[in-house]
T-cell receptor, first 113, second 115 residues
Framework: DSGVTQTPKHLITATGQRVTLRCSPR?????VYWYQQSLDQGLQFLIQ???????AKGNILERFSAQQFPDLHSELNLSSLELGDSALYFC????????????FGSGTRLTVV | AQSVTQLGSHVSVSEGALVLLRCNYS??????LFWYVQYPNQGLQLLLK??????LVKGINGFEAEFKKSETSFHLTKPSAHMSDAAEYFC?????????????FGKGTKLTVNP
């Protein structure tokens, strides 16, 4: 157990739908990162939050959004889902002073049918 | 912008043989470099990291990597492969532009260990 908790582990939904992925960071970590892992694109950085504020944005689609709550858990919202959004979505957390590597959760596997 | 190239998407070795997974990076600033391992149906686990200081970095499970600035490389090695090393390995470089701590990952190398 890495200490980063992601729910749900698996999600199957239809095209056009909206889903929410949840992440609880490791105790004491203030930063949360979201990554998408797909066969064709590999691991792609989506977005980073630090202590409730958006800190960096990567290749995140406009249909996707995220937030970090006061208790530091984070949610990634994916809407108007397309078949191509099927992927593994990872959350990671770190203390976020410099970058000394962060801790990943076990991921949410999203299948859009 | 930083980038990472992992040479060889698949590497196969015999149990007990040397493991060598290659990683070259591109960075306009001194890089922080990482190796992660991903076992099937699991998240990524940090194997080792280079930030500053000694260029030979030792990690978990007997792995080590050497930062070679002149070659822009950070190859991962293990003297003797074990069956439990079979997994996918990712090299990553830190992109510190704009205060972000995002990682840029290579495409990964799947390691197979044959008995």
């Amino acid at each position: 157990d890495s200490g980063v908790t992601q729910t749900p582990k698996h999600l199957i939904t239809a095209t056009g739908q909206r889903v929410t992925l949840r992440c609880s960071p490791r105790s004491g970590d203030l930063s949360v990162y979201w990554y998408q892992q797909s066969l064709d694109q590999g691991l792609q950085f989506l977005i980073q939050y630090y202590n409730g504020e958006e800190r960096a944005k990567g290749n995140i689609l406009e249909r996707f959004s995220a937030q970090q709550f006061p208790d530091l858990h984070s949610e990634l919202n994916l809407s108007s889902l397309e078949l191509g959004d099927s992927a593994l979505y990872f959350c990671a957390s770190s203390v976020s002073v410099g970058n000394y590597g962060y801790t990943f959760g076990s991921g949410t596997r999203l299948t859009v049918v | 912008a930083q980038s990472v190239t992992q040479l060889g998407s698949h590497v196969s070795v015999s149990e007990g043989a040397l493991v060598l997974l290659r990683c070259n990076y591109s960075s306009s600033v001194p890089p922080y470099l990482f190796w992660y391992v991903q076992y099937p149906n699991q998240g990524l686990q940090l194997l080792l990291k280079y930030t500053t200081g000694a260029t030979l970095v030792k990690g978990i499970n007997g792995f080590e990597a050497e930062f070679k600035k002149s070659e822009t490389s950070f190859h991962l090695t293990k003297p003797s492969a074990h069956m439990s090393d079979a997994a996918e390995y990712f090299c990553a470089v830190s992109d510190l532009a704009g205060g972000s701590e995002k990682l840029v990952f290579g495409k990964g190398t799947k390691l197979t260990v044959n008995p």
